[in-house]
């Protein structure tokens, strides 16, 4: 059974810094994991993802911005948060890639991932 837990979020002003961290048990090997958020009236996006390779993809609207990363020794899933914008507030959820045939494919599509934290608050205000 895949577990997965995000940290606690928060509130920043326009132009701040966040970091959000993700705890990840079970089957994770193999598997590509991910950050979506989801805003006020608006369907989930996905924001950055990694695989088990190291590569990584992220959304347009945060390239150069935020910072996917994975300390694989304790299971934990990062997402460093620069120069946010209010545009940025939303729940943030940490998900695990589906895996097929041994493949989890690196894209950011909310169909590709089969578990998922609970999710986590982040205002941006400005």
Do not use: H
Request: hydrophobic content about 35%; some cysteine.
């Amino acid at each position: 059974q895949v577990q997965l837990a995000e940290s606690w979020g928060g509130s920043v002003q326009a132009g701040g810094s966040l970091t959000l961290s993700c705890s990840a048990s079970g089957l994770i090997n193999n598997a590509c994991l991910g950050w979506f958020r989801q805003a006020p009236g608006k369907e989930r996006e996905g924001v950055a993802a990694l695989d088990s390779l190291g590569s990584l993809r992220y959304a347009d609207s945060v390239k150069g911005r935020f910072t996917i990363s994975q300390d694989n020794a304790k299971n934990i899933l990062y997402l460093q948060m620069n120069s946010l914008k209010p545009e940025d507030t939303g729940i943030y959820y940490c998900a695990r890639g589906k895996v097929y045939a041994g493949i989890s494919y690196l894209r950011l599509v909310s169909a590709d991932f089969d578990y998922w934290g609970q999710g986590t608050q982040v205002t941006v205000s400005s």
